[in-house]
């Protein structure tokens, strides 16, 4: 099992750019969850799927931020105008849907906004 | 919705002594708590993890207790490493949804 797998590791960008962070749950996991992690806020769930399907949105900080899971295998986080406050680590994670099952992370990516 | 507290936020040990990390939360439907370990640059991992029908899990010199009546859980850890070293977050689950603590850096001092 090759785990969650996210990319890019790291990215650096300047603001006003685009930003396309991606992901590859595990195979059979059905759900998949998109986290933030910074100093200040600590981990923050911005929305997560349930079989390609967006369940809950309302942790997206703003209308520049955009998540979709197109199929069971990838999903992609976009942000559109970046801004340097969206200088964060990036986690995507995944689970089966039983309950007592925990979530899985990948490697993140850390993404840095100048 | 769920709310879910832990505490120290940080934490230092000598090396070999015991640590203990506290949580409460606030829903009694919750009904899963894992423990993740974080180190530094890398992902959250889980570590233990109890459901709420258990009151007490051990996997060798890491244990996880869990009161219901109380809606509070704790990570213990015995005979402290320098490896340690690294942040805990606690969380609780309901149905598909995850709760998680604010985190502990945990400190071993060799």
């Known amino acids: 099992d090759a785990g969650v797998i996210q990319s890019p590791r790291h990215e650096v960008t300047e603001m006003g750019q685009e930003v396309t962070l991606r992901c590859k749950p595990i195979?059979?996991?059905?759900?998949l969850f998109w986290y933030r992690q910074t100093m200040m806020r600590g981990l923050e769930l911005l929305i997560y799927f349930n079989n390609n399907v967006p369940i809950d949105d309302s942790g997206m900080p703003e209308d520049r931020f955009s998540a979709k899971m197109p199929n069971a295998s990838f999903s992609t986080l976009k942000i559109q105008p970046s801004e340097p406050r969206d200088s964060a680590v990036y986690f995507c994670?995944?689970?089966?849907?039983?309950?007592?099952?925990?979530?899985?992370f990948g490697d993140g990516t850390r993404l840095s906004i100048l | 919705g769920e709310n879910v507290e832990q505490h120290p936020s940080t934490l230092s040990v000598q090396e070999g002594d015991s640590a203990v990390i506290k949580c409460t939360y606030s829903d009694s439907a919750s009904n899963y708590f894992p423990w993740y370990k974080q180190e530094l640059g890398k992902r959250p991992q889980l570590i233990i993890d109890i459901r709420s029908n258990v009151g007490e899990k051990k996997d060798q010199r890491i244990a996880v207790t869990l009161n219901k009546t109380a809606k509070h859980f704790s990570l213990h850890i015995t005979e402290t490493q320098p490896e340690d070293s690294a942040v805990y977050f606690c969380a609780a689950s309901i149905g598909n949804q995850f709760y998680f603590g604010t985190g502990t850096s945990l400190t071993v001092i060799p």
């Open positions: 195979s059979g996991h059905d759900y």
């Open positions: 994670a995944s689970r089966k849907s039983i309950n007592g099952q925990p979530q899985h």
